[in-house]
């Protein structure tokens, strides 16, 4: 069961961590302060939607090398860089590899509160899609092997007859199983069970 938004503050600076808890927590949110790259790392996260408030330059692993790390994971924050060395390279970097923000310090408290909203939002958004694409992949699990090929050959857009001359086997029985897979994968008509495939191919499934 997901918990109310939870943000994680990074940050060397204990009067910055401080300040920045002191705001989140005013509006209502969660809020775990770090002081560095590893100790985030090293704690578990809860399962709720959140994002990462996150210092570039930090002692050990940088907020760069931290982003590069989360992104690669199964489940990557949204990121909201804060620096007070901010240059036109280090943002751009940061950004084209997906931050949703970065604010150069001293900045504003509602330009941080508008990033954090966007950012929880992103992630509310990412885990619902996730959810999602568990749950066909479930449903994809208890199909049988035939059905399996069945389903390939008419997300080709083979017709029952077609199925069933390049599986050698009759078109009656093609549509038995046709059914079945409708059934195992809960596919109300034929457009939803194209959209669950495409989920499926995405995902290097099919």
């Given amino acids: ?22 705001l989140l927590r005013s509006v209502g949110l969660e809020v775990r302060a770090f002081a560095s790259s590893q100790e985030f790392v090293e704690n578990p996260r809860p399962d709720a939607p959140g994002c990462l408030i996150l210092d570039v330059r930090l002692h050990g692993v940088s907020g760069l090398d931290l982003q590069k790390e989360l992104s690669q994971s199964s489940a990557p ?3 909201i860089f804060i620096s007070g060395h901010g240059d036109i390279p280090m943002t751009v970097s940061a950004m084209k590899a997906g931050a949703v923000e970065f604010l150069t310090k ?10 954090v909203r966007i950012a929880v939002e992103l992630d509310r958004a ?3 899609q996730a959810r999602g694409v568990g749950e066909i992949r479930k449903r994809f699990a208890v199909l049988s092997p035939r059905e ?6 008419i997300a080709d857009g083979r017709l029952n007859k077609q199925v069933a ?4 086997i009759s078109e009656i029985t093609v549509k038995v199983h046709r059914g079945h897979l409708m059934s195992k994968m809960k596919a109300r008509t034929f457009a939803d069970l ?12 099919v």
């Fill in 148 to 153: 399996r090929e069945i389903l390939r050959l």
């Fill in 165 to 168: 001359v390049a599986l050698g």
């Fill in 106 to 115: 001293p900045f504003r408290d509602q330009d941080l509160l508008d990033a």
């Fill in 126 to 128: 990412r885990r619902k």
């Fill in 1 to 22: 069961m997901s918990g109310p938004p939870t943000v994680f503050v990074v940050d060397d600076d204990p009067s910055m961590r401080e300040a920045v808890g002191s």
């Fill in 194 to 205: 194209m959209r669950m495939v495409g989920v499926l191919e995405a995902a290097a499934l």
């Fill in 77 to 79: 924050l949204p990121i």
